[in-house]
């Protein structure tokens, strides 16, 4: 290793002169360094060539000096990872802003270095205290791994063995709504002072859209000539671009919102959404709305009914399960599902309908001893005949 001073020729006189500012030179993995250290003094240039060959072997031997990623906060990765994120999975940016925002709220003071497993099981028992979901708390803690990177993997590990990876996810009891429930359900939002609730209502009753597509739903997608609507981005691929009829009662709900939409937007393009956003009252319909949530709460409450708004889907489902107009086939086709089990997951057929069904095996049974027995009075009747 050695730093010197190199000469040169002055343009001007055509003499040699030696340079000011130090440079440094020597050999690294048979290949010469030879750079300038852009100082004038001959031990900032020795520094200089003693860094720059530290900084060649750590990245030689894959060597990283991460000091400054380690002192990083949570805030400040989760921004960065978010800002990447919303690019890759422009559907799911929103959730996870939501999920980031709480992690932000809880340990982004954190930095990097002092994220362990007691950390997270921190950060789910204080999300547990505010009654949020596990379902949600689980999905939180998987951004939170994917942000830390490597660091996340071998929390996620030791957790695992640990048994505390994941919280423990109550099923939820999917149900298909009685008639009157039904009924009491659709009056209650009719009732409300925007059409927008008895609409995505009556999509789920009588087309089987999840809430997600009915708020990504957009008028070029909604035929009213031909009576059938095409369903656009949606949880599942074979749910995507589906078409579903348009029946009567789904045709008078979207004639009225029709109706509704026009006066309040003087227009109605293909490209605006179905349910614009806005809050109190829609005022965008380039935008969807964000949720039915509390308009689904007010509906609920009102007509005294429990259950999912997602359970207008499993109603769906059930009733063409229950018709014997729709096969197999048709239902996952127009429900958009890709297996039987899926299938056998929805069509929860109501007692009712198995108890007929029962009943009518006890009916088929005595009309059977009926005839039989008819049948042995007369045959013993033309035997005393005789």
């Known amino acids: 290793m050695a730093v010197y001073r190199p000469t040169y020729t002055d343009p001007k006189t055509g003499k040699r002169k030696q340079s000011a500012v130090w440079w440094y030179n020597f050999m690294f993995a048979g290949k010469r360094i030879q750079e300038s250290s852009k100082s004038r003094k001959k031990t900032v240039a020795k520094d200089a060539e003693k860094n720059r060959r530290a900084e060649l072997e750590k990245g030689f031997n ?68 505010e009654k949020a979901a596990p379902k949600s708390i689980n999905e939180e803690t998987g951004f939170l791994f994917r942000v830390l990177g490597e660091q996340g993997d071998v929390i996620r590990a030791k957790m695992r063995r640990e048994r505390k990876l994941k919280l423990k996810v109550r099923g939820q009891v999917a149900k298909a709504y009685s008639p009157d429930e039904r009924t009491a359900l659709i009056e209650a939002s009719r009732k409300r002072r925007l059409p927008c609730m008895h609409t995505a209502l009556m999509l789920g009753f009588h087309a089987g859209l999840r809430d997600s597509e009915i708020l990504g739903l957009q008028w070029d997608r909604v035929d009213l000539k031909r009576l059938v609507l095409t369903v656009g981005d949606s949880k599942t691929e074979a749910g995507e671009g589906r078409t579903v009829p348009i029946n009567d009662d789904l045709l008078t709900a979207l004639n009225e919102h029709v109706q509704w939409y026009e006066e309040k937007f003087k227009a109605r393009r293909p490209e605006w959404f179905v349910f614009p956003f806005g809050k109190p009252q829609p005022t965008d319909p380039t935008r969807p709305m964000t949720t039915l949530k509390t308009a689904w709460k007010n509906v609920k409450k009102d007509a005294a009914v429990t259950g999912r708004f997602h359970d207008t889907r499993h109603t769906f489902i059930t009733d063409l399960a229950e018709s014997g107009e729709a096969g197999d086939e048709t239902i996952r086709d127009l429900a958009g599902h890709v297996s039987k089990q899926m299938l056998k997951h929805y069509s929860h057929i109501r007692m009712d309908a198995k108890r007929r069904a029962v009943e009518a095996l006890s009916k088929q049974k005595s009309s059977k001893v009926v005839t039989i027995s008819e049948g042995v009075a007369k045959e013993s009747a033309k035997v005393a005949g005789f």
Do not use: C, W
């Open 62 to 129: 894959a060597i990283e000096d991460n000091r400054a990623a380690r002192i990083q906060t949570i805030s400040d990765m989760a921004d960065e990872y978010l800002e990447t994120y919303k690019l890759r999975n422009p559907r799911s940016a929103t959730f996870a802003e939501f999920a980031f925002g709480h992690i932000k709220r809880h340990i982004g003071g954190l930095m990097r270095v002092d994220v362990s497993a007691e950390a997270v099981e921190s950060y789910q028992n204080a999300r547990l205290k």
